[in-house]
């Protein structure tokens, strides 16, 4: 079975989950209310920048917990065991999981960015600058996403109990996932944006690859 095959298998059991549901419709919504936050609050941040912000670390917490949680209980279920009958690499079983997962989050931000582009439009704050500023906010969220979801895989590879390794992908996961954005408090000459996005592509390798071979050497 070819890894696009099982990515698409994936990409349909995700996207009917009632977590993938409720980021679907419930993070738009907070996008919605968003709006409502006191100007003062805000301090000149552009709506769709605080939208991609919220919404990606929500969206990478709660897609974290449905990874590491799927992948223990289909452990303990001895859903893989009908994998080694096939033709399937496990490498491609984790990279399936990732990959449909962080595309059902990427869409679930893409439609609360877009809610939040439309409030500033018809409040009249869509500038350049904010437009920058929330582009800029999206490529901070979206790489912090892969690394919440490639750590809730590692979690969910590496323990055996169901609420253990949702406790590690929720205060864990959220933790290192920051980790992008720290050196530009340090260092301002850093480019907040182009750090992010290197970082998150480097760190999901990395940890992705340890991943396969933590999955690869499992005894099922």
């Not at 582009?135 to 996403?145: D, N, Q, R």
């Not at 992908?169 to 290197?198: C, D, M, R």
Request: proline share 3%; with cysteine; hydrophobic share 55%.
């Amino acid at each position: 079975m070819s890894l696009l095959l099982l990515f698409l298998d994936e990409l349909k059991g995700y996207a009917k989950s009632k977590v993938m549901i409720v980021l679907w419709f419930g993070l738009p919504l907070l996008s919605f209310f968003i709006q409502f936050i006191s100007p003062q609050t805000l301090e000149g941040m552009p709506i769709s920048s605080l939208v991609a912000l919220i919404v990606s670390s929500i969206g990478g917490t709660l897609s974290a917990i449905m990874l590491s949680t799927s992948i223990v209980s289909e452990k303990n279920r001895h859903v893989y065991e009908l994998f080694l009958i096939r033709p399937v690499r496990r490498s491609s079983l984790i990279l399936a999981k990732y990959l449909a997962v962080y595309l059902c989050l990427v869409i679930a931000v893409s439609i609360s960015l877009t809610v939040g582009l439309l409030i500033d439009a018809i409040t009249g704050d869509l500038i350049k600058n904010y437009l920058d500023i929330t582009f800029e906010s999206l490529i901070i969220g979206v790489s912090s996403m892969s690394i919440t979801c490639s750590i809730g895989i590692f979690f969910g590879v590496l323990v055996s109990s169901v609420p253990l390794a949702a406790i590690l992908s929720v205060y864990l996961g959220s933790q290192l996932s920051s980790i992008i954005i720290l050196p530009t408090f340090f260092v301002e000459i850093l480019n907040p944006g182009i750090l992010a996005l290197s970082l998150g592509v480097v760190i999901t390798i990395f940890i992705m690859s340890i991943n396969v071979i933590l999955f690869s050497k499992k005894q099922f």
